[in-house]
């Protein structure tokens, strides 16, 4: 049996779809199940049960020795919400008390960090243990990821097999719900369906001209394709980047949009809103060096195979993965 928090999530479901595409169907779901627009994710999708997010700890307890593996990647991931709280409950303690259940009953645990926990990159984006006490996050979300992070890295008892991941710019299939936190593919792509045009942030630093804000965007099928390796190779416990490796532009990624639709360009600037102008990431890239040494091998795909991809076989069909 094989655990997913988060199933009803982006990254979530599409592990679902992994496991199910590699012959595993053990699988238990767990998240909320409220959002009528999450729950189309895991629609036709091969799977033994749901469990609420609420019930899982106890849950756990009770059926551990049925479980061979733990994938938490259910979270609260706003990076505009400012309630402390609500991500010290759904992210901070809730991992802990995951964790600690873990360790109790001899369970790998692969679980969702964020390159959030960057902040404007100061130390650097490689994934050195060391520099994570250091790392200064730009918001709330960030926080919770790097304190939990930084909590795991000093815990006495650990599962045997644990790994953090730090999920950089994820696109791709089954964000359909995610709102103004969906990739900027998505938003890209129904802009410019709507309207013929793709309104991008203005950049407000001066080393960086419009649409030329860089980010580590990585396709999630790549992202499960990691996730998948590391259900096996039990080992090496740690944590790791997972970005493509390349930063690319802003303007790249609507550019190869536009090309996907074979549209146009046509792609005009507006001011960054208020609300993140100041905790704003102009470039991250993660370094993919430590995964690599691990012997992860395969390649991962390039801005230009994702966009067309996730364009052509899913957002213009409204499909799912």
Same mark, same amino acid.
């Given at each position: 049996?094989?655990?997913?928090?988060?199933?009803?999530?982006?990254?979530?479901?599409?592990?679902?779809?992994?496991?199910?595409?590699?012959?595993?169907?053990?699988?238990?779901?767990?998240?909320?199940?409220?959002?009528?627009?999450?729950?189309?994710?895991?629609?036709?999708?091969?799977?033994?049960?749901?469990?609420?997010?609420?019930?899982?700890?106890?849950?756990?307890?009770?059926?551990?020795?049925?479980?061979?593996?733990?994938?938490?990647?259910?979270?609260?991931?706003?990076?505009?919400?400012?309630?402390?709280?609500?991500?010290?409950?759904?992210?901070?303690?809730?991992?802990?008390?995951?964790?600690?259940?873990?360790?109790?009953?001899?369970?790998?645990?692969?679980?969702?960090?964020?390159?959030?926990?960057?902040?404007?990159?100061?130390?650097?984006?490689?994934?050195?243990?060391?520099?994570?006490?250091? @790392? #200064?996050?730009? !918001?709330? +979300? $960030?926080?919770?990821?790097?304190?939990?992070?930084?909590? =795991?890295? /000093?815990?006495?008892?650990?599962?045997?097999?644990?790994?953090? @991941? #730090?999920?950089? !710019?994820? +696109? $791709?299939?089954?964000?359909?719900?995610?709102?103004?936190? =969906?990739? /900027?593919?998505?938003?890209?792509?129904?802009?410019?369906?709507?309207?013929?045009?793709?309104?991008?942030?203005?950049?407000?630093?001066?080393?960086?001209?419009?649409?030329?804000?860089?980010?580590?965007?990585?396709?999630?099928?790549?992202?499960?394709?990691?996730?998948?390796?590391?259900?096996?190779?039990?080992?090496?416990?740690?944590?790791?980047?997972?970005?493509?490796?390349?930063?690319?532009?802003?303007?790249?990624?609507?550019?190869?949009?536009?090309?996907?639709?074979?549209?146009?360009?046509?792609?005009?600037?507006?001011?960054?809103?208020?609300?993140?102008?100041?905790?704003?990431?102009?470039?991250?890239?993660?370094?993919?060096?430590?995964?690599?040494?691990?012997?992860?091998?395969?390649?991962?795909?390039?801005?230009?195979?994702?966009?067309?991809?996730?364009?052509?076989?899913?957002?213009?069909?409204?499909?799912?993965?």
């Amino acid at each position: 049996m094989i655990i997913v928090t988060g199933a009803a999530g982006f990254i979530g479901s599409c592990l679902v779809q992994k496991l199910n595409d590699e012959g595993f169907y053990d699988v238990i779901l767990v998240d909320d199940f409220s959002n009528p627009g999450k729950n189309k994710n895991f629609e036709g999708k091969r799977y033994s049960g749901q469990v609420h997010r609420d019930d899982f700890p106890e849950w756990l307890r009770r059926n551990q020795l049925l479980v061979q593996f733990v994938f938490h990647i259910g979270a609260r991931t706003d990076t505009t919400e400012t309630d402390v709280e609500l991500f010290d409950r759904l992210n901070l303690n809730y991992t802990k008390e995951v964790w600690n259940i873990c360790v109790e009953f001899g369970l790998p645990l692969v679980y969702a960090s964020s390159a959030a926990t960057y902040g404007l990159g100061e130390h650097g984006y490689d994934d050195d243990e060391n520099k994570i006490p250091l @790392l #200064k996050p730009l !918001n709330p +979300y $960030g926080d919770s990821k790097n304190e939990f992070d930084k909590w =795991a890295l /000093v815990q006495e008892k650990k599962p045997y097999f644990w790994a953090g @991941l #730090k999920f950089f !710019n994820v +696109y $791709g299939p089954n964000e359909y719900h995610k709102g103004r936190m =969906a990739s /900027v593919i998505f938003h890209t792509f129904n802009q410019i369906k709507n309207t013929g045009t793709m309104k991008l942030f203005q950049s407000h630093h001066p080393d960086f001209r419009d649409g030329e804000q860089m980010r580590d965007f990585v396709y999630v099928k790549d992202v499960i394709d990691v996730l998948y390796f590391l259900m096996h190779h039990r080992k090496d416990s740690g944590v790791y980047n997972l970005g493509s490796g390349s930063a690319r532009t802003f303007l790249d990624l609507a550019k190869n949009t536009f090309k996907a639709l074979e549209r146009p360009v046509d792609i005009s600037f507006i001011p960054t809103p208020e609300d993140i102008r100041e905790k704003y990431q102009y470039f991250t890239e993660a370094s993919m060096e430590k995964l690599r040494s691990i012997g992860y091998p395969k390649p991962f795909h390039t801005l230009e195979e994702g966009v067309a991809d996730y364009v052509k076989n899913y957002l213009s069909k409204g499909s799912y993965l």
